[in-house]
């Protein structure tokens, strides 16, 4: 009987990199040396899909430092019709990845140095051990502005207030194969990776990590990105949101009668009342609870009317925003080997 290779023998796992670039060709560059010179380690081969979100300028293949000695056998590029946004573009480069048999697993990272290369080996390492578990880099410490920091905890808080959940990771995660080919048919996909992460329920462990320093240039998520980046995210659950206004709302409505029904009590039955208070009390509650059960029928409409339409399906959507797909490099020996087979 023929013996099983061992772990030695065996060929190593393909890993597919997804990152999303717009315009950051040169910070591109510095990611794939880092990737070289940090992650050789991990005992994999990797395969990246670089998400061009609309760039104006177009990449050099030249200008990336691979080596056929290297862990990178090949570099394909997304390119898309028009700038779809950070989220959107990681969840294009994930429907590419997850039609292909020849990946194990899928790491999602930023393009410009924040995403330390060197952490993909902690979590190959974790994501070795529970092979069917999403691993997330969580952030032990950053290293944006005082003033990012303060509207990121913002977000979290807000987050957590509405939504009832903590997250505390962003896109940078080692996701199974198995995990890209279930989340790409959630509709919360195409709006964040980290909500569509949590709502999916897939088991998941968290790996503290440092974020990194940009390679270079200035960051593009400014405020207006980052409250953009909050509601996407805060829109995944829509529905537990809608639950939640509704509670909060009839306790309200409930409070507000409580209310006037006081006010008429102390009217009628007490000498407390003041010539005049019960009618504007009574007056301002009555025009509170109205506008209450004004928030609760609109809010209701438009969480039904949300319930008709049809959602985005990254699996099946996300072709239409594809201009090509291109691969710049790829290892002469695997390019030899696909022609004679085919």
């Known amino acids: 009987m023929e013996s099983l290779p061992d772990a030695a023998t065996r060929p190593p796992q393909r890993i597919a990199i997804v990152t999303p670039v717009l315009d950051d060709w040169e ?3 510095q990611l794939v040396g880092d990737i070289l ?9 990797f395969h990246m899909f670089v998400v061009d979100d609309g760039s104006a300028s177009k990449l050099d293949p030249a200008s990336l430092p691979l ?7 090949r570099v394909d590029v997304i390119t898309l019709g028009l700038n779809l946004g950070h989220q959107r573009a990681i969840a294009v480069g994930l429907v590419t990845v997850a039609v292909r048999d020849d990946i194990h697993a899928v790491v999602v990272m930023d393009s410009d140095g924040e995403d330390r ?3 993909i080996v902690r979590l190959l390492a974790v994501a070795r051990d529970r092979p069917q578990t999403v691993v997330l880099a969580g952030r032990a410490r950053r290293t944006e502005s005082s003033r990012f920091r303060a509207g990121y905890a913002a977000y979290k808080l807000l987050f957590r207030l509405m939504v009832g959940r903590q997250i505390s990771f962003g896109n940078f995660c080692v996701l199974p194969i198995a995990a890209v080919r279930r989340l790409v048919y959630m509709p919360e996909l195409w709006n964040n990776l980290p909500a569509a992460v949590l709502r999916s329920r897939l088991p998941h462990v968290m790996v503290p990590t440092e974020r990194g320093w940009r390679y270079s240039g200035a960051s593009k998520m400014n405020l207006v990105s980052l409250v953009v ?8 659950y829509v529905d537990t949101i809608f639950v939640r206004v509704l509670l909060v709302s009839a306790v309200f409505a409930a409070l507000t009668i409580m209310g006037i029904v006081a006010a008429v009590v102390i009217r009628l039955f007490t000498a407390l009342a003041i010539p005049g208070w019960t009618t504007t ?3 301002a509650l009555l025009i509170l609870l109205v506008q209450t059960i004004v928030l609760v029928v609109a809010t209701t409409l438009m969480s039904l009317s949300g319930r008709s339409a049809r959602p985005i399906v990254p699996r099946n959507d996300c072709a239409t ?3 090509r797909i291109e691969t710049v490099w790829e290892k002469p020996l695997l390019a030899a ?3 004679i087979i085919a």
């Open 321 to 323: 925003f594809i201009s």
């Open 27 to 29: 910070p591109l560059a």
């Open 337 to 339: 080997a696909k022609s």
């Open 117 to 119: 290369p060197s952490d």
């Open 37 to 45: 010179e940090n992650a050789a380690q991990a005992g994999v081969t």
């Open 229 to 236: 980046h909050g509601l996407s995210a805060i829109s995944v």
């Open 281 to 283: 009390a009574v007056g």
């Open 67 to 73: 080596t056929l000695t290297g862990c990178i056998a």
